[in-house]
């Protein structure tokens, strides 16, 4: 069982930056590689970016690739999504996701074992 809990999820203007974490419970977080979606209000949640279990590999949208990064630190059992050019369209809940076992980073929902309870990420025009 793995618990993810996310945290710096906040109100940013456009053009601002935002970096949120995950931290994850247990002694096996290496195992996991490790997702960021997103839900905005009336909308289905949307894959975001993924890391593989080392960090060597990542994976993202169309939508946030190049000003988005993912980053982990197995020795904290945390998974990290730096957000910079944020844009109105950003504005979601963002959820971190654990799937268990290694390959290349996952981009669908039904991959992914644990989620977190997420954090409001609100960008202001």
């Known amino acids: 069982q793995v618990q993810l809990v996310e945290s710096g999820g906040g109100l940013v203007q456009a053009g601002g930056s935002l970096r949120l974490s995950c931290v994850a419970s247990g002694r096996t977080f290496s195992s996991y590689t490790m997702g960021w979606f997103r839900q905005a209000p009336g909308k289905e949640r949307e894959f975001v970016g993924a890391i593989n279990w080392s960090g060597g590999n990542t994976y993202y949208a169309d939508s946030v690739k190049g000003r988005f990064t993912i980053s982990r630190d197995n020795a904290k059992n945390t998974v990290y999504l730096q957000m910079n050019t944020l844009k109105p369209e950003d504005t979601a809940v963002y959820f971190c996701?654990?799937?268990?076992?290694?390959?290349?980073?996952?981009?669908?929902?039904?991959?992914?074992?644990?989620w977190g309870q997420g954090t409001q990420v609100t960008v202001s025009s």
């Open positions: 996701a654990a799937a268990y076992g290694g390959g290349a980073p996952k981009a669908a929902i039904r991959q992914y074992d644990y």
